[in-house]
């Protein structure tokens, strides 16, 4: 079955330096891809989404470029805030999943001042 | 436009007992989904309603299920609780269901069964 995996955290940086988080997946067919962030008792938000090879999403100053060769959709930023501090979740819908998503473990992001 | 809307925000609970969670979708969507995630964990996805129909199930027993009503709101019904139903109730919707669709998050109930 389909199936995202996300690197290890959680992540700790000072403000303004570059982060990025991995995520690899796993499905059939040509999947979307998303990335979610979760803020502390909130729900989840939409950060950006790549639905088709080779796209790049964006938002916020982050970006994340669906690579279907590494099966990857790895989150960037070039300088993070403190406001940043955040969980971050990459999923996808389709292969299999008809349209449900299905989410990696999160990565927890903390910025310090 | 209102957002997806969740109640109750809380909720605390004893094994055996049922529970009924609510949810109202984005003005206009016809789909809403629901996900468990635990604590630490990311959501793990319960099952779809489009048109008020069940359109997909993830791996939960028969004790969970939903409904979908004509305004395409939602409810998320759980009965005979145990102690790892603990956790926090996602409803998601969107306004077609395909893969390349945005999926809208509500705030989510959190469920604590003692």
């Known amino acids: 079955g389909d199936s995202v995996t996300q690197m290890e955290g959680p992540v700790t940086l000072s403000e303004e330096a570059f982060l990025t988080i991995n995520c690899t997946y796993t499905a059939t067919g040509y999947p979307s891809l998303f990335w979610y962030v979760q803020y502390p008792g909130e729900g989840l938000q939409l950060l950006l989404k790549?639905?088709?090879?080779?796209d790049k999403g964006s938002n916020k100053g982050f970006e994340a470029t669906y690579r279907k060769e590494t099966t990857s959709f790895h989150l960037e930023k070039g300088s993070v805030q403190v406001s940043d501090s955040a969980v971050y979740f990459c999923?996808?819908?389709?292969?299999?999943?008809?349209?449900?998503?299905?989410f990696g473990q999160g990565t927890i992001l903390t910025v310090h001042p | 436009e209102t957002g997806v809307t969740q109640s109750p925000t809380h909720l605390i609970k004893t094994r055996g007992q049922q529970v009924t969670l609510r949810c109202s979708s984005q003005s206009g969507h016809n789909t809403v989904s629901w996900y468990q995630q635990a604590l630490g964990q990311g959501p793990q996805f319960i099952f779809q309603y489009y048109r008020e129909e069940e359109n997909g199930r993830g791996n939960f027993p028969p004790r969970f299920s939903g409904l979908q009503f004509p305004n395409y709101s939602s409810e998320l019904n759980v009965n005979a609780l145990e102690l790892d139903d603990s956790a926090l109730y996602l409803c998601a919707s969107s306004l077609v269901r395909t893969s390349e669709e945005t999926q809208y998050f509500g705030p989510g109930t959190r469920l604590l069964v003692l």
């Open positions: 999923a996808l819908s389709g292969g299999t999943s008809y349209g449900k998503l299905t």
């Open positions: 790549a639905t088709k090879a080779d």
